[in-house]
């Protein structure tokens, strides 16, 4: 059949001979069509209709400007907030504060199945030059504080330098704060954890808020200001946010509380004498006139002098599957003397973590933050400046030495000289 260029067979245009009207006479079509109006086909709106699709359409797309212009707000907000955060650490930050918690995990799956921690190798030159440099940066004596003896190896042989202790910060000369680094397993050997232990008698532990986390209005400030840094020691991170509740615990400082101090919960506790107690709470310690701050994270890694039965269950100590990736982590524990112990390393498992603590002393063990953002460890030299010591990360992660400095996202310990 023959068809006029331009019409598909088909089409359903009327008046071409295969539309509803194809077999009406003409007279009947014509009518129709006069009945629709001049230069109106079936279906167009009147001008009525017009003028209120165009208000429709006005208003939709105000309104997704207006929910655009909000989130861009937020996330402008969240990649300017005071801090020496990473771009991807604030991203990800804001992305779990608005209920994306899930995405991030899956993308850092993501991440990990496609450039996972290698296998086998060799440390780079400037981890072995820190594992042989175990000579003291500063003038130290022993009278009181003698150093550590070397800690076991956790592969063998063992490297020169590796777990042998040397000082990081002395009080009064003595060498209260003590570190070393071992490779952490036979696989992994182009990676490095370091371990730090604390004079207990000789130091006193002060809890700081984050200014994000947790956040609030805590009479503590998020930083170590000028004029209250002289006999500095230490610091070290913070664990998962309190702020996104359920089983990690919660933060109290000085009469104000973020989250739900949680029974059960492993918990960093200190005490108005400057003393620290690592447990479990309501169990090792419970709240008395005496305590001054808790931060609470998860549960014991390490409980009566050994790493617990539950520490391979995937998910108990991260996202799904996450407590089996190599990944920065942190932990901190106490020996039975009361000394702390305090790991930070580059490519640990939740195992791998707990059995460093536990190798190094500690007797009750718990996690702190993980991922390449958060752990740290800081040491702090006051040879050249008393009121204003030099900070030195105990290995290299994404944030300065000077962060705890500035203003801190995130909570912090800081560790002074008695």
């Not at 790991?343 to 933050?369: F, I, K, Y």
């Amino acid at each position: 059949m023959a068809h006029r260029a331009g019409r598909p067979e088909g089409s359903g245009v009327q008046g071409e001979g295969n539309g509803p009207d194809a077999a009406a006479p003409p007279g009947a079509a014509a009518a129709g069509r006069r009945r629709r109006g001049p230069g109106r086909s079936r279906g167009a709106l009147t001008p009525h209709q017009l003028k209120r699709r165009k208000l429709a359409t006005r208003g939709a797309l105000a309104v997704g400007l207006l929910c655009v212009g909000a989130v861009g707000y937020s996330v402008g907000e969240a990649l300017t907030y005071p801090g020496d955060d990473s771009t991807a650490a604030r991203l990800a930050g804001w992305a779990r504060e608005h209920e994306l918690g899930t995405v991030v995990d899956k993308l850092e799956n993501l991440q990990y199945e496609l450039d996972p921690p290698q296998v086998g190798g060799s440390l780079p030159s400037a981890a072995l030059a820190r594992m042989k440099a175990t000579a003291p940066a500063m003038p130290v004596h022993h009278h009181e504080v003698p150093l550590r003896a070397s800690m076991p190896p956790l592969v063998t042989p063992a490297l020169p330098g590796e777990g042998v202790w040397r000082v990081l910060s002395t009080a009064h000369g003595e060498p209260v704060v003590q570190g070393t680094y071992v490779r952490p397993d036979s696989d992994h050997t182009s990676y490095q954890a370091a371990v730090a232990w604390i004079s207990g008698k000789k130091a006193r532990f002060e809890l700081h808020p984050g200014v994000r986390e947790p956040g609030g209005t805590f009479s503590v400030p998020p930083n170590i200001p000028e004029g209250k840094r002289t006999g500095l020691l230490a610091t070290w991170n913070g664990g998962f946010k309190v702020t996104d509740g359920g089983s990690r615990g919660g933060f109290y400082l000085k009469g104000e509380t973020a989250g739900d101090l949680r029974d059960g919960a492993a918990s960093e506790v200190f005490y108005k004498d400057g003393s620290i107690g690592i447990g479990k709470w309501g169990r090792d310690m419970r709240m008395t006139r005496d305590v001054v701050g808790v931060r609470q994270c998860l549960e014991l890694m390490v409980d009566n002098g050994r790493v617990v039965p539950e520490i391979d269950i995937d998910s108990k100590w991260g996202a799904t599957d996450q407590s089996r990736m190599f990944v920065p982590r942190s932990g901190v524990g106490v020996t039975a003397q009361g000394d702390v112990i305090m790991v930070v390393g580059q490519a640990l498992t939740a195992r791998t973590l707990a059995e460093l603590m536990h190798q190094a002393g500690a007797v009750r063990a718990m996690p702190l933050d993980m991922n390449r953002a958060w752990p740290s460890f800081m040491s702090y030299d006051p040879t050249n400046n008393p009121a204003d010591p030099k900070p030195t990360n105990i290995l290299d992660f994404e944030n300065p030495p000077e962060r705890y400095y500035n203003q801190a996202t995130r909570d912090f310990v800081a560790v002074y000289a008695k």
